[in-house]
């Protein structure tokens, strides 16, 4: 096996055994990025050059017996949205296509901490708005299973980096589903935390009440290293929640007897896939005879999560691009006349359509006199989604769901068609608008070979149980040792 298709605490075996050294292996995932970047195009800002200097450094300290950390010299990949300080942070935009970052978002200080080397900010849809990833301003990144199509969005970058092995892991961020879908797709592990459980300090706001950090990996017992790293209570950050320091990795235990798993209807209606909707139910049978208690219910919520989620997220939206003007530390226009022009050519010129898009939805659902009918009956809606989970967890310890109601589509085949690519969030919206915890896992291929995903959803702050649920799944199923990648339908 190449070094880089190992996971994480492979890695971490043979630094231990003295079988690899840190340069070593960041010298093979810089190869492998120099290899595959030119067909996936995952990177806006590569560090490559910086990364063999820093694992140098750490491998200097290695041979002299000084202390390191446990992840020390391990390479990771950031998305664009995470500010790293010295370094371009874009969001994929126009807008912000020179802002180099002051300070370390408290992600990264963890990061950076642990001596983990970063090499490079990921690509993403601008802003964090959009499904595909075909909205960055900058390039189109490709899925790693077939580069006709796309890997998911926003986070597309990140989960396409892991999947074609140029970094064993990535930092994303998940605002309706925008890491478990690109999981989903390109078939890596992504878990969207609770709301709360990691700083959001140094993450460039889309919608502030429903963005969260996320992970991608190779596979479940990563997570819940990665996990370890960066959640924790921040200061700096007043929804970040106080609670007592877990280990996540104590979660990964095989026997799930007794498990309480709901499967609720209505995430297998109309607009699934055939191909996604079997492969579930076979994940589900393999849960039953791994001793889980299975059993449907009605949760009657999907049909209005996804009206809830965009008049929330883009009314956010517009509140916190309002900052973008050209007046400050953004992109300004040229030739103009006064400050109403500056205002409006700037942002008429470094915005994407669907930036625009979501921001004038957004101002129009917060103006005078739609603001009771849109906005204000939205969070109504919200506060019953809260509540029927509440319900749904009083009975039930982990919810099984598709991520994605669809496999990987083509390039360009929705970009055009906003209301299509909104109904690709339909099965994870939800669980950002109830602050909740989900994992998507791998669970098989449709008759095209693309990836399938399985949200995991458990309740607040209960990571271990998704953690656990997913780890016997992945366990007893192992699609890693059965599938990979195999960079068909494109051209360098």
Request: hydrophobic share 35%; net charge negative.
């Amino acid at each position: 096996m190449e070094i880089t298709e190992l996971t994480v605490h492979e890695l971490q075996e043979k630094i231990k055994n003295k079988e690899l050294t840190i340069t070593e292996i960041n010298k093979a995932y810089v190869d492998r990025i120099k290899e595959k970047e030119p067909e996936v195009q995952a990177f806006i800002t590569e560090l490559t050059e910086e990364g063999m200097e820093q694992a140098k450094v750490i491998q200097n300290k290695i041979e002299k017996g000084e202390e390191v950390g446990e992840l020390a010299g391990i390479p990771i990949g950031i998305k664009d949205i995470i500010c790293t300080k010295g370094v371009k942070t874009t969001c994929a935009s126009k807008m912000l296509e020179n802002f180099i970052a002051p300070y370390d978002a408290t992600v990264m200080e963890k990061i950076n901490k642990e001596e983990m080397i970063d090499l490079g900010k990921l690509n993403m849809d601008e802003f964090a708005m959009g499904g595909s990833t075909e909205y960055s301003y900058f390039k189109k990144t490709r899925n790693p299973w077939d580069l006709s199509r796309v890997p998911g969005g926003s986070s597309g970058g990140s989960a396409a980096a892991v999947a074609a092995d140029m970094v064993p892991w990535a930092l994303g961020t998940d605002t309706g589903g925008s890491v478990r879908q690109p999981a989903s797709l390109c078939g890596v592990v992504g878990l969207k935390p609770t709301y709360g459980a990691i700083s959001r300090y140094g993450v460039i706001a889309f919608a502030s009440s429903l963005d969260q950090v996320g992970l991608f990996t190779k596979d479940v017992q990563d997570c819940a290293t990665l996990l370890n790293v960066v959640a924790g209570h921040d200061s700096k950050d007043t929804t970040s929640v106080e609670q007592e320091a877990k280990d996540y990795t104590k979660a990964l235990q095989k026997d799930i007897k007794g498990l309480k798993v709901g499967i609720p209807k209505e995430f297998y209606g109309e607009g699934i896939n055939v191909d996604v909707k079997k492969t579930l139910e076979e994940a589900i049978k393999k849960y039953e005879e791994m001793g889980a208690e299975i059993e449907e219910f009605s949760l009657d919520i999907a049909n209005y999560s996804l009206a809830t989620y965009y008049i929330i997220a883009c009314a956010e939206a517009s509140s916190n691009l309002g900052r973008y003007d050209g007046i400050r530390y953004t992109y300004r226009a040229k030739d103009c006349g006064d400050i109403r022009e500056i205002y409006k050519k700037t942002r008429s010129e470094a915005f994407g359509e669907e930036v625009k898009r979501r921001i004038i939805l957004g101002t129009y659902v917060l103006s005078s006199g739609y603001y009771d009918a849109y906005y204000k009956k939205a969070q109504k809606v919200r506060t019953l989604v809260v509540k029927e989970f509440n319900k749904a967890f009083e009975k039930y310890d982990v919810l099984i769901t598709p991520t994605s109601p669809t496999t990987a589509f083509k390039l360009g085949e929705r970009s055009t068609n906003p209301m299509e690519m909104y109904l690709s969030d339909i099965c994870t919206v939800s669980v950002n608008i109830a602050g909740l915890p989900g994992i998507s896992v791998p669970c098989g291929v449709d008759s095209n070979g693309m990836p399938i995903g399985m949200q995991i959803i458990g309740n607040k702050f209960c990571e271990e149980t998704i953690i656990k649920a997913a780890y016997a799944y992945e366990q007893e199923t192992n699609f890693r040792s059965k599938y990979k990648p195999t960079f068909k339908g494109g051209t360098k």
